[in-house]
């Protein structure tokens, strides 16, 4: 996209950039700090390991940069790759970390003008605020000031720096600097975390991409070119700093405070480079603080701007002044921020927060090129590409996470509120203010579209037997009861099937039950097909024949406690394959079973005979059946096996089947009952998928081309239906009514279930015709979180 914008920054250029960012509160303020935390001088160790540990996101946001050379940095990767959800944490992330840096840089700054003004030791607060508010008005008025003077505060900074390693060098002690780089010090991934603020600008060059020569080489370059330099210096200042000054002794004399905080550059060059070196190093230090608040507050003030613009904040952050030209409210609103900070937050808490919230968003980065990439994004096409793809951003996450974990409780704490405050902002605010979602997102709703067509044309292409459990009891109707076996007997379309109807009878309590069951021959009841002239037509004709399986088969004999009898087993060729003895079939045997606990027979038989599949009725229970738990969520939680719940309104046939998918992909479950009983009525199959009113084009495009791959598969006519609706019930139920049977899913088992009802329940409710309620014995097991990451993808 043409911006009008001169690519005219150079790499010497786009360097001074990232390391005008860089350098500033970590090298003047922080090395003090860091040696207290890690109690030695291990801190130079510590800013080592965080240089490297910021590598990968720097790379990462080198990528990014080259394929889309947009205003916002990080928070535009983190929006486009990841979606406007995790956009908003990396917005709020970044706005905070940057004014967190703001205040550590006047925090910091004042103890170096008190160096050279005792006189003004009793007024660093009020100092740290009044230079705080008079940033934000600088901000407010104008910004053309803002960077002018960048590249010489960059130069002056690096030239007064290399004067003072050369000339502190050789002043070092060496038992000051014993352990320098014992990465094994107590502390010392707590002084990592610490110091992992001092980077924060290295991605800032992604701002400016639009503005970059040659962006493929020189962002890459500029990136890996400046945190090398800026780490170095780091290492050799830091080390030559707690090598001239005894940091305990200075805290003790006074000039130090108790956390280490305070001028230790200007007393480091004290002891080295007499006054002359003190004044530069004090006049350097003050102005690349005072740059580094000012660019902090600027940059902080950004973010609400440009999540305004995207629809994440309130339009009033958009806004700008026909006075000043400037983001009024968003800059005021930051300037407030940190004058809070400065106010109420001690320095090592400041760096602290400022440093948890760089991780995070330094995390977010490495995901969101995983997102790019795996989301094979349209016009993603980066001029340069991170090596080591995905180990390098595994390894970034990774050791950012465990970083984060060591900044300390409160700051953690805050970290992870501010987090979740940021979610429950988007949800009940930004989220209907926004249309589109991150690659990401889709990339992985369209893995799991993938898998589910895989798994599904695998099991319509199996040829194992199926084995099934059709359980009534004395509760059950004859019209319910013929159902169930039609349902059945109908899988046998598609497959070779064993069905078992057995009826389930309660006995009262036997002390003595520990002989085994008698196993008899028994006449099948009158309401099961066996004349052909009483049959119904999905019965074929002459299904019955001789007992197939002799009595002490061990599928005849169940566990003490209970008495089996069973009748003659019944051969039922398909009706609609040709006749041939090695194709689908279904054969059907008829049981009773005398049992004390109905529930618990059903369960036992099941799990010892090893059915694949158990048909039950549906019951409605009372309420404080669901409050407690009734028979039915019995059955559901403790069943071996898939199990398919029917609730039978009179099933008299079908022209119109209506499979509903559950917050997700269809199970392949669904289909093949769906597509067998389709195969025997000869009805037509309509795939209902609900998803939000006005969702992304991507989502409703990768769902039609999901259920496109599902009707290939189906073996009856079918169509697809995407419902676009915010309740879920009432849209599914609009559409399902017309159907003469509706599959769905039982997606709540549990208390959660029993608590706040089944949507499954309800749709089943809204609709007159017989409904078929499938739970696969894989989908049983599925943690909360599976369902919440399936609610966020498909929801």
Not at 330 to 346: D, E, Q, T, Y
Not at 476 to 495: E, F, I, P, Y
């Amino acid at each position: 996209m043409a911006t009008g914008l001169k690519r005219d920054l150079g790499l010497p250029s786009t360097m001074a950039i990232a390391i005008g960012a860089m350098v500033g509160s970590g090298i003047f303020i922080l090395p003090g700090v860091a040696f207290v935390e890690v109690d030695g001088p291990a801190v130079v160790a510590a800013f080592l390991v965080a240089g490297i540990l910021v590598l990968p996101a720097a790379l990462s946001a080198s990528e990014m940069a080259t394929a889309m050379p947009e205003d916002g940095g990080s928070y535009v990767y983190v929006e486009r790759g990841m979606g406007p959800l995790l956009g908003t944490i990396a917005g709020v992330g970044n706005w905070f970390m940057l004014s967190f840096k703001g205040a550590l840089a006047l925090i910091g700054g004042v103890p170096y003008l008190v160096f050279v003004a005792p006189e003004l030791a009793n007024y660093i607060l009020p100092l740290a605020i009044g230079l705080a508010v008079f940033f934000t008005v600088l901000n407010v008025v104008s910004t053309k000031s803002t960077g002018s003077l960048q590249f010489a505060i960059v130069g002056i900074m690096i030239l007064v720096m290399g004067y003072f390693v050369a000339g502190g060098i050789g002043d070092v002690t060496p038992e000051r600097t014993a352990g320098a780089f014992d990465v094994g010090s107590g502390g010392f991934l707590a002084a990592t975390a610490l110091v992992f603020i001092s980077y924060a600008g290295v991605i800032k060059i992604a701002a400016v991409a639009e503005e970059v020569k040659d962006p493929g080489k020189t962002i890459p370059r500029a990136m890996v070119g400046s945190l090398v330099l800026t780490t170095a210096l780091y290492v050799l200042i830091v080390y030559v700093a707690i090598g001239v000054v005894d940091v305990n002794a200075a805290i003790e004399a006074g000039q130090l405070e108790s956390d280490g905080e305070g001028p230790i550059m200007a007393l480091a060059a004290d002891a080295t480079l007499g006054s002359i070196g003190v004044t530069a190093v004090v006049v350097a230090a003050l102005m690349a603080l005072a740059s580094t608040a000012n660019a902090g507050l600027m940059s902080a003030s950004r973010f609400p701007f440009a999540m305004a613009r995207d629809g994440l904040a309130p339009p009033q952050f958009e806004r700008i002044s026909e006075r000043f030209n400037t983001p009024v409210l968003a800059v005021s609103l930051s300037g407030a921020v940190i004058v809070v900070m400065i106010a109420f937050l001690p320095i090592d808490q400041v760096a602290k927060f400022g440093s948890a919230f760089q991780i995070i968003v330094f995390i977010l980065v490495n995901l969101a090129v995983v997102g790019f990439r795996e989301g094979a994004v349209e016009g993603y096409d980066p001029e340069f590409v991170a090596p080591a793809y995905p180990w390098l951003q595994l390894f970034g996450m990774a050791s950012g996470l465990a970083v984060l974990t060591q900044v300390g409780t409160v700051p953690f704490a805050g970290a992870v509120a501010i987090t979740i405050v940021s979610i429950v902002y988007y949800y009940l605010y930004a989220r209907k203010n926004v249309d589109r979602e991150g690659a990401a997102r889709d990339a992985v709703r369209r893995n799991i579209g993938e898998n589910a067509v895989s798994r599904t044309r695998e099991l319509f292409e199996s040829d194992a037997e199926y084995d099934v459990l059709v359980g009534i009891t004395e509760d059950t109707s004859d019209r319910a009861k013929r159902d169930m076996l039609r349902m059945a007997t109908d899988m046998g379309r598609l497959r070779t099937t064993v069905v078992s109807v057995v009826e389930f009878l309660d006995v009262p309590h036997r002390v003595f039950a520990e002989s085994h069951p008698e196993v008899i021959d028994r006449e099948v009841p009158d309401w099961f097909p066996t004349e052909p002239e009483d049959a119904p037509a999905w019965f074929p004709e002459d299904a019955v024949g001789p007992r197939t399986r002799p009595s002490d088969d061990p599928r005849t004999r169940t566990s003490g406690g209970t008495r089996s009898r069973t009748s003659g087993d019944v051969e039922l060729p398909s009706e609609t394959v040709e006749v041939d003895p090695t194709g689908p079939g279904t054969r059907v045997e008829y049981r009773e079973i005398d049992s004390e606990d109905h529930k618990r027979a059903i369960v036992d038989f099941a799990t010892y005979e090893g059915y694949d599949l158990i048909v039950l009725e549906r019951r409605r229970a009372e309420f404080h059946r669901r409050l407690f738990g009734g028979e039915i969520d019995w059955l559901l939680e403790n069943a071996p096996c898939d199990v398919v719940l029917v609730e039978d309104r009179g099933f008299e046939g079908a022209d119109e089947i209506a499979v509903v998918a559950n917050r997700g992909a269809y199970d392949p479950l669904k289909l093949l009952i769906a597509d067998a009983i389709a195969e025997e009525t000869g009805a037509e199959i309509n795939l209902l998928q609900a998803i939000p009113a006005d969702p992304p084009e991507s989502q409703r495009r990768t769902i039609e081309e999901y259920h496109n791959e599902l009707l290939r598969i189906l073996t009856v006519p079918a169509r697809s239906t995407i419902v676009e609706a915010d309740d879920e019930v009432k849209g599914l139920a609009r559409f399902a009514a017309p159907a003469d049977l509706l599959v769905t899913g039982v997606d709540r088992t549990g208390i959660s279930g029993r608590l706040l009802g089944r949507p499954s329940d309800s749709l089943v409710e809204s609709v007159d015709c017989t409904a078929v309620m499938v739970q696969t014995h894989e989908g049983r097991q599925d943690g909360l979180l599976k369902r919440l990451v399936m609610d966020y993808l498909f929801g």
